[in-house]
Structure formats: structure tokens, C-alpha cells
């Protein structure tokens, strides 16, 4: 058999591919060497140009930032052409509709000039009975053939309606999984951010109200511990216990709950202030912590998990930015005063007072 030149050059990639994940990347997992092999390819500049840019920042690729690559310039790309191919489907569906209506139009036409043209007919000329006979022949199978016209086009109507709601529901499918991380099922950082802005937009009508908007950030302590110790499918494990904890904790129908970094987890609570925020991120710490982490290949316990969270509650002045901002300096706070807890602006002011 003759070489395959694209197999060879597969092989290429793939071998250049472990090479740069062996070297700059912290995680050796399926997505950082797809990651990797889109790199090699070149068909993503401005995935390369991000790649270059956090290496030379950091000096290597840490699992948020493969995870973040991943979701934008990957799966990014693959959502961008499943919109695509339905759009291009709406809108032949919708010109397959145009040109019967357009067929329907000139029939209902023909039909009406033919009727005029017969009416004027009959009243012009001295109609014998066989003319008459004509006339009512011809105005009966011009009938029928509008009717049968119509007929299909209500029916080509009713099968481009089942389309379209087809194509409506793939759509919202697919703009929902656009808004999934799929390891957790957890929003992503795409509709963290969505979800953080809309609510902050809404500070005016909220503050009326006396309900401002607070922001959950959550973070796992020793992370990469875990992974280190016991492999990225153990962290993987923990990622998804944090996100089960959650759901279970968090009963408001109007919160977003999303995983918007490695190991970092976001919660928006439009309409909840600082006391009810904060007892909301302390049943999700003490929940988390609750819980005992077994490796599902041996059934051996890997001790608790223990996450850190920091509150904060919007403000008349903020913005999605420097809410995030401030609910991220109560999690670095609460990691500083010795993880495994939960602080919000107030506490974090207090103890500032303290020092």
C-alpha cells in the first residue's frame, strides 16, 4: 500500500502535540491534547495567539486555562457550525414557504381574471345553453384546481410548521449546551457572565425594592492536590461533588449556579441580601464538607473536600465587574484567615479593624 501523506502528517501533529503538553501544560488530559493539536495544525490563530500569551504570562497551561481554551475556540467552534447548518436549513425552509405562497398568489390570480373574463362573457354575448354549460365547466375545474392548490399548500404549511419547531427546539438545545460546562452540568462562564450582568442591570428596580443583588464565589481547597495525589479523574469527581452540593443547597428557581474557572464555582442571587446570601454560601460550605470523597475504582476513602467562599452584595454604583471583584476579595480572605469558610464584606471590614 502507498503511504498516506495525511496520515503521516497526523502522526506529526500528534507526536508534536506531547511534546508541547509534556512541556507547558500542567494536566495531560483528552482536552489539552485536543488543545494542543489544534495548536500544532494552526488552523486557530487566535487560539494560538491566546495560548502564546498565557504561556509566556505563566510559563505553562494550568487546568482552568485548557478548560477555558477548550470551551471557547473547541466547542465554540463546533456550536458556531451547528448554528450555522440550521439557519441555513430555516432559511431554506422558509424560502420553500415563499415560493408556494408565490405559486398560490398567481393561481388565486389566474382564477380571478379567469371568473372576470367569463362574468364578462356572459354578459356580452347571447348565451346559449351549450355556452353556458362551457362557462360552469371551466369556472368548477378552475375551482378545483385553486382548491387543490390551496390544499397543498396549508398541508406543505403544516409540515414547514413541524420544521420550524423542529429547528426551534435543536436551536434552544443547543444554545442551552452553549451555556453548559458538561463535566458538571453547571452553567459555564458564558452564562456566569450573562447571568451577572443581567442582574446587575437591574440594580435600580432591585434597590427599590430594598432586594439587591448578591454574588457566590466558591472555591476548592487544595485542588491540586487532589490531582496530584490521585489523577484528574479523582479531581473530576470533585468538581461534580461541589456542583451536586449546590443543586441541593440552593433552592431559588431565579439563581444561577455555574463553574466558571478549574476549580472555581459561581452563585447570582438576584433579589437576596448579605445575611440570606451568606447563610445560603454556609449550608453549601458545611454541605461540601459533609460529605466523605471514596475512589469509585477501589471503594478507598480520600478524606473530605473543604471549599472557601466569599459574598458580596451589589451595590447602587457597581458593576458586574467590581461585584465579582469584591466577592472575590471575601474568598481570598477567607482563604488567608485558613480555608474552609465562608466571609462576606462585613466580616472581611471587621477584620481589617482587627489587624
Avoid at 498565557?54 to 485548557?66: E, K, V
Avoid at 381574471?113 to 347571447?126: K, P, R, V
Avoid at 475504582?297 to 473543604?306: I, Q
Wanted: with cysteine; aromatic share 4%.
Amino acid at each position: 500500500m502507498s503511504p498516506d501523506p495525511d496520515r503521516d502528517r497526523s502522526f506529526v501533529l500528534a507526536q508534536r502535540s506531547f511534546e508541547l503538553m509534556r512541556d507547558y501544560c500542567a494536566c495531560a488530559t483528552p482536552r489539552a491534547y485536543a488543545v494542543w493539536y489544534l495548536y500544532v495544525s494552526g488552523t486557530q490563530p487566535l487560539m494560538n495567539d491566546a495560548v502564546k500569551r498565557l504561556t509566556t504570562q505563566n510559563g505553562t497551561l494550568t487546568s482552568a486555562d485548557i478548560e477555558g481554551l477548550h470551551d471557547t475556540y473547541i466547542d465554540g467552534r463546533r456550536m458556531a457550525v451547528e448554528v450555522d447548518r440550521m439557519n441555513s436549513s430555516l432559511i431554506a425552509e422558509v424560502e420553500g414557504i415563499m415560493e408556494m405562497i408565490e405559486v398560490s398568489i398567481r393561481s388565486t390570480a389566474q382564477y380571478g381574471e379567469s371568473l372576470q373574463a367569463l362574468s364578462h362573457d356572459i354578459a356580452n354575448t347571447a348565451t346559449s345553453r351549450t355556452r353556458l354549460r362551457e362557462v360552469v365547466t371551466t369556472i368548477i375545474a378552475n375551482t378545483r384546481d385553486v382548491t387543490a392548490n390551496n390544499r397543498t399548500l396549508e398541508a406543505r404549511m403544516r409540515e414547514s410548521r413541524s420544521e420550524i419547531e423542529a429547528l426551534r427546539e435543536t436551536l434552544e438545545a443547543t444554545r442551552l449546551e452553549s451555556l453548559t460546562d458538561a463535566l458538571t452540568g453547571l452553567g459555564n462562564r458564558k452564562s456566569f457572565e450573562e447571568s451577572l450582568r443581567k442582574s446587575v442591570d437591574l440594580q435600580s428596580a432591585s434597590a427599590q425594592q430594598g432586594k439587591p443583588a448578591s454574588l457566590i464565589v466558591i472555591d476548592i481547597d487544595s485542588f491540586k492536590r487532589f490531582n496530584d495525589l490521585y489523577g484528574h479523574l479523582t479531581g473530576d469527581q470533585v468538581l461534580r461533588l461541589v456542583a451536586i452540593v449546590m443543586r441541593e443547597h440552593i433552592g431559588q428557581k431565579n439563581a444561577t449556579l455555574a463553574r466558571f474557572g478549574g476549580e472555581e464555582f459561581g452563585i447570582v442571587l438576584p433579589e437576596t441580601d448579605r445575611v440570606e446570601a451568606r447563610a445560603i454560601a454556609e449550608r453549601v460550605r458545611i454541605g461540601v464538607t459533609g460529605r466523605e470523597l471514596v475512589k469509585r475504582s477501589t471503594g478507598e476513602s480520600l478524606g473530605k473536600v473543604t471549599v472557601s467562599l466569599g459574598v458580596a452584595t451589589q451595590r447602587e454604583d457597581d458593576n458586574a465587574v467590581s461585584l465579582l471583584e469584591r466577592a472575590d476579595a471575601c474568598l481570598f480572605a477567607a482563604k488567608r484567615a485558613g480555608r474552609n469558610r465562608t466571609l462576606d464584606e462585613t466580616e472581611v471590614e471587621n477584620l481589617r479593624d482587627v489587624a
